[in-house]
């Protein structure tokens, strides 16, 4: 994390999201029915999922921080993917209601109505707020690498949008005299919905199915083990995601007349640059192989690691070329 109150946010993003969309989800839920809004009415569930998941997020960080034990080898990262998932499908299902409901009010004129101008003024409120949350949550999401804040940031986004809309709808209600309009932006919110929510469904399964990392990020990982003296070629890499964190298998090709300390010691030097190189390494296996003879060194273990300054990685290279 570049600064060290980013640890303070990455505890208390949670119950900010929760607070704030709690207030919210009440605020949109009055003023919509006191105003006759549907679209503020449909609007009202924008909160209500960011306060289920402002309630994972506190419950995700918390499992997903806890250390490695004897019955969960590779950490507790998934669960936040299992949250996702449970979200997504949650909020598609209570979206498809909406969505037909808003259908069947749009098709029936006799309940066209033309909304109070309060519900103008409380979705301008929820487009500052939501804002300001989609500023917030992003950037913990960069400096933490969560998926679920990454939701959460994403759900504050498509908030602003969707309370945006609705404010033109009202206007538009209300000033032009077409009251048909409330309800074409409940079914557009929906809609809106149904794409955010097979979003998080669809990241929430690569994710839980060990997805590999980004193409961009693997093309740093080679030169960075190239660059080390003694290894000749990367040989095969495998990546993926963990939950916040990720995890790299390397195989790299040393010279065949290297003894089995020497070829060690170049794999903790790969470790220790590619460590200090790359953020959010959780854990990291590099084995090295005989170049000439195909004879594999004993891998290092899968073992978390921890970013490590690039000066102990010369003193491994310069150890080794001694």
């Known amino acids: 994390m570049r600064f060290d109150k980013c640890v303070s946010c990455s505890r208390t993003i949670g119950w900010v999201g929760l607070t704030t969309n709690l207030v919210l989800m009440v605020m ?35 499992v997903s921080d806890k250390p490695l034990d004897e019955k969960h080898p590779y950490g507790h990262g998934k669960i936040e993917f299992v949250l996702s998932l449970i979200i997504s499908v949650i909020f598609l299902l209570i979206t498809g209601y909406l969505l037909v409901h808003a259908i069947q009010i749009l098709l029936d004129p006799e309940r066209h109505r033309t909304p ?129 964190e990720i995890w790299i298998d390397l195989v790299v090709g040393v010279d065949g007349g290297l003894s089995v300390e020497q070829a060690h010691a170049i794999c903790e030097a790969v470790k220790a640059r590619i460590s200090a190189n790359i953020s959010h390494i959780g854990a990291m296996n590099v084995s090295a192989e005989s170049q000439h003879e195909g004879a594999a060194a004993p891998a290092t273990p899968i073992v978390p690691t921890r970013p490590q300054a690039l000066t102990e990685t010369d003193d491994l290279v310069a150890e080794l070329e001694s």
């Open 116 to 244: 109070h101008l309060i519900a103008l003024w409380a979705a301008v409120v929820a487009v500052g707020v939501n804002v300001f949350m989609y500023a917030y949550a992003r950037c913990v999401a960069i400096e933490i690498n969560s998926p679920m804040v990454r939701t959460l940031a994403k759900h504050s986004h498509s908030d602003a949008v969707a309370s945006g809309v609705v404010a033109v709808g009202i206007v538009g209600a209300h000033y032009l005299g077409m009251s048909w309009l409330d309800p074409v932006i409940a079914i557009f919110e929906t809609l809106d919905l149904l794409y955010l929510g097979g979003g998080v469904f669809w990241d929430a399964y690569k994710g839980l199915m060990d997805r590999s990392v980004g193409i961009s990020l693997l093309d740093k990982v080679q030169p960075l083990a190239t660059a080390v003296s003694g290894v000749i070629e990367v040989k095969q890499l495998r990546s993926r995601h963990v939950g916040q």
């Open 28 to 62: 949109k839920g009055f003023v919509g029915l006191v105003s006759g809004s549907q679209a503020m009415v449909v609007d009202t569930m924008y909160s209500a999922k960011d306060v289920v998941t402002s309630l994972l997020v506190i419950v995700g960080m918390a």
